[in-house]
């Protein structure tokens, strides 16, 4: 286990005296080495928010984080700066986080310069050594984050994430804002890095498509809560949760024996600040009854390493 999420809430104040909005809402699963975690939901539920408190750069209001096996909340000075480094994150927006004035040589300096490793290591090989590893070369260090494409940002984003030699990395909606067949590349160098570098991935998006294609355990989250996690091969077996099953349905499958009949689902995602009584999911699902207005259910393991959320399977 690398990563271990132990009843997380992230609880924020809302705009109106006395509101508060449950961005995470009591989760609790693990990360294993080496795997991706995908986590899949609609904006709003939580996701950015639970990938941000597991790297720390957002407190959890109650519950613990252990990063192999060490409480991460209580972490100072240089101890957290250690785990910083075994940690990063890279989002959907490359531009906004690369410095527009900044060439590319600087952008990838800045991790080594962060950590005081200038003068330590040959910083000047071990960028080739990235810029190689994200398939671009020397030519591109000179040149300013305007001058490459989205794909080509995004490459420097994650050479930046893997400067410091990170055991895990947080991919938030990192292939979001790119075209398709810009997507399947960038996903492919994620897939690659992850073998040649033993990484692990922690991948959110709200694209249950490409959580699918990229990992090897997938958590649907709904307003704050986890309400399925299972490996990918039981995901595809069997969805329990109605909400998976209606996510799952949108997906085009390539076999036309294997498609489902897409369920719509009524309405909007429900406000944060007003979720729900019961089950959160109980104004939009096909199959609510009494008991779920009223009760929320826990999520329990209904087969091996397959976890539930839902009134009907227990
Ligand atoms: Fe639907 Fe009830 Fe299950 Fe919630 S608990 S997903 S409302 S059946
Ligand atoms: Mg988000």
Known sequence: VLVKADHVK??????????TVK??????????KGETFGVVGESGCGKSTLGRTLIRLQQPTEGHIYL????????????LKEMRKEAQIIFQDPSACLNPRRTIKQILMEPFEIHNLK??????????????????????????PHELSGGQKQRIGIARALALEPQIIICDEAVSALDVSVQAQVLNLLQELKEKLGLTYFFISHNLN????????????YLGKMVEIANYDQLYEKRYHPYTEALLSA???????EQKERIHLEGEVPSPYDPPSGCHFHTRCPKACDKCRQTAPELKEVAP??????HLYE
């Open 10 to 19: 992230v609880y924020f104040k809302g705009k109106k005296r006395g509101q």
């Open 23 to 32: 961005a995470v809402d009591d989760v609790s699963f693990e990360i294993m």
């Open 68 to 79: 192999n096996g060490t409480d991460i909340a209580g972490l100072k000075g240089a101890q």
């Open 119 to 144: 003068g330590k290591i040959d910083v000047d090989a071990k960028i080739m050594e990235l810029l190689q590893l994200v398939g671009l070369d020397s030519y591109h260090l000179s040149r300013y």
């Open 210 to 221: 490409v959580v699918y294609q990229v990992s090897d355990r997938v958590g649907v989250m």
């Open 251 to 257: 997906i085009p499958q390539v076999d036309q024996e």
């Open 305 to 310: 390493g397959h976890y539930v959320a839902c």
